[in-house]
C-alpha cells in the first residue's frame, strides 16, 4: 500500500510527542492538508519560541502538558518513538476507531522512492551510515534517514523511483508499522534491549520481525546466521533470506574467507575487501560490513564499488569513537553504547587496560552478563547517573569492587583520568541510555568529548 497523498487532504491527526520526528511529521502534514492538532508532555516554554509561532500561524491545535479531552475527534494518532502505544489516552483513541501508527509507515506510505531498512539491537547506525556511503559511491540518489537523526519523512514525501532511503529502524518505530514493505530489509543481531517498553525478549523480537511482514519473494532480508535468536526470526519470512556470517563460511550470503569478506550469491563468489584493510576496529564491525556488503549487493551495486567504499569509511561519532591521546592515556566515545551488549561489544574491541565511565537510565537490563564480560580488560569503573548503584550492586556480586561514584560527566573524566596509568584507555561505554541526564546519547557523546578536551588546557 502507497497513499496518494490527497488522502491526507482534511484528515484530522493528532501527533503525540514533539521531538525531531513530531516536528517534522507536523510540518510534512500540513503541507499535505491536514488537520493537524499536537500534544507533548512537556510545557510550551521548553519549546523554541519560533516553532510555537509556526504552529500557532498554520492553526494547529496545542496540548503542552495536556491531553485533549475528546479523543474521538482523531481519525489518526502519529506517536513519536518514545511513545508507548499502552498509554490509556491512546488505548482509548485507538477503542473509538482511530488509527495509530508512526513516522516509518507514514513515510512509506507518502513516498515513491526506494527503502532499504535496517534494524538490531546494535550496530544499526554503523551499518546504515556505511550503507549510505556505499550507495553514494555507487552513484544513486540516496538519503540516510529515520532513527539515525533525520526523520525519514522529511525525504520521503519528495523522493522519487529513482530515490534510495537507507533507512535505520528501531522497535519502537517499527511496532506501530502496518503496510511497510522495504525493497531490502536486514536484522543485524537480537540481545536484550528495551524491555521496560517490550517487557519480554519474544515482544521484543516481534517488534523487530515486522521489519519484513510484509514483503514478499521480491524482497531481500539480511540477517545474522551467528545470532540464533535473530536468525530463527527469519523462518516467518517470505523474501529471500541472505545469511551473513563472521564465524562460518556459507553456501549462499556473506562471510569471512581467509581474511576476507566475501559474497556468495547462485553464480559466482566475489572478494570484497581484506578486513586487514578497514578502519573500523572490533569483530561486532566485521558483521556490520559484511551486512553492508550484502544489502548493496543485493541491491544491484558493483562488488569493487562496494569494497573501495568499505575501505573508506572511517566510522561514526559516538560509536567506540577516537577522542585522542593525552600523557599516554587514550579516550575513547562510546556513548551510542545504551545497552549491555553495546557496552560488550566496545570493551571486547578495546580489549585491555580499561577504565570504564558506565551508568545512566538501565532500562530494566540485568547488568551481570555486564560485569562478567570485563574479563579482566576492566581495571576500575567510574558510575555516574540513575542506575548506577544497580550496576554497583551487580558488580559487587560478581566479585568487582574496584569502582567508584562519580556525580557528573567532567566529575566522571576527571575521576577516570586520576585513576588511568600510562597505557590505560578511558572508555565512556555506559550500557545505559542517557535521557535520565541528556536529551540524548550525542549531547552526552559531546560533552564527554568536551570533558576530554578540557583536559588538555
Known amino acids: 500500500m502507497r497513499t496518494n497523498l490527497d488522502n491526507l487532504q482534511g484528515k ?8 525531531r520526528t513530531g516536528i517534522a511529521v507536523c510540518q510534512t502534514l500540513l503541507d499535505m492538508g491536514a488537520q493537524v492538532t499536537v500534544h507533548d508532555s512537556k510545557n510550551e516554554s521548553e519549546f523554541d519560541k519560533n516553532f510555537i509561532t509556526y504552529l500557532k500561524s498554520r492553526e494547529v491545535a496545542c496540548f503542552f502538558g495536556s491531553i485533549p479531552e475528546d479523543m474521538s475527534e482523531f481519525d489518526m494518532l502519529i506517536l513519536s518513538p518514545g511513545v508507548s502505544p499502552e498509554l490509556p489516552f491512546i488505548q482509548e483513541a485507538a477503542s473509538r476507531g482511530a488509527e495509530i501508527t508512526g513516522e516509518i509507515e507514514l513515510a512509506y506510505r507518502v513516498s515513491r522512492g526506494n527503502i532499504v531498512a535496517i534494524t538490531g539491537t546494535n550496530g544499526k ?32 514525501a519528495a523522493a522519487d523511483e529513482q530515490d534510495w532511503l537507507i533507512t535505520e529502524v528501531s522497535s519502537f518505530q517499527l511496532e506501530t508499522t502496518k503496510y511497510f514493505k522495504p525493497q531490502i530489509s536486514a536484522i543485524l543481531n537480537l540481545t536484550p534491549d528495551h524491555l521496560n517498553r517490550h517487557h519480554t525478549m519474544e515482544a ?42 563472521r564465524l562460518e563460511e556459507l553456501d549462499f ?17 566475489v ?7 578497514v578502519k573500523i576496529i572490533g569483530s561486532h564491525n566485521v558483521e556490520n560490513i559484511l551486512a553492508a556488503a550484502a544489502i548493496s549487493y543485493f541491491a544491484g551495486i558493483d562488488y569493487q564499488v562496494i569494497g573501495q567504499a568499505i575501505l573508506s569509511f572511517a566510522g561514526v561519532e559516538h560509536r567506540i569513537e577516537y577522542c585522542g591521546e593525552i ?29 570504564l565511565i558506565a551508568g545512566g537510565d538501565g532500562k530494566a537490563q540485568d547488568f551481570e552478563p555486564f560485569i562478567q564480560a570485563f574479563g579482566g580488560a576492566v581495571k576500575k569503573m567510574v558510575l555516574l547517573g540513575r542506575d548506577a548503584k544497580i550496576i554497583s550492586e551487580a558488580a ?40 535520565d541526564m541528556y536529551e540524548n546519547f550525542e549531547q552526552r557523546g559531546d560533552h564527554f568529548k568536551e570533558c576530554v578536551d578540557a583536559l588538555r588546557r
Open 12 to 19: 484530522r491527526v493528532l501527533i503525540v510527542g514533539l521531538a
Open 125 to 156: 547506525t554503523t551499518t546504515t551510515t556505511l550503507v549510505g556511503e556505499i550507495f553514494r559511491a555507487s552513484g544513486r540518489k540516496t538519503h540516510v534517514v529515520g532513527n539515525i537523526g533525520v526523520a525519514a519523512i522529511a525525504d520521503a
Open 204 to 245: 521484543y523480537g516481534a517488534a523487530k520481525a515486522k521489519i519484513f511482514a510484509n514483503q514478499t519473494e521480491a524482497g531481500f532480508l539480511i540477517i545474522n546466521y551467528d545470532d540464533k535468536e535473530c536468525y530463527a526470526l527469519a523462518k516467518e519470512c517470505k523474501a529471500r533470506i541472505v545469511p551473513f556470517s
Open 253 to 269: 550470503g556473506a562471510f569471512v574467507k581467509d581474511g576476507k569478506a566475501v559474497i556468495k550469491d547462485d553464480e559466482r563468489l
Open 271 to 277: 572478494e570484497i575487501c581484506d578486513l586487514d584493510d
Open 327 to 355: 600523557d599516554g592515556i587514550k579516550y575513547y566515545n562510546d556513548s551510542k553504547g545504551t545497552n549491555v551488549d553495546a557496552a560488550v561489544t566496545a570493551i571486547k574491541a578495546i580489549k585491555e587496560n580499561i577504565i
Open 396 to 435: 559487587e556480586k560478581n566479585g568487582f569492587t574496584d569502582y567508584v561514584f562519580c556525580k557528573d560527566m567532567p566529575d566522571c573524566v576527571r575521576t577516570a583520568t586520576e585513576l588511568a596509568e600510562k597505557g590505560d584507555t578511558v572508555l565512556l561505554s555506559p550500557a545505559c541510555a542517557s535521557w
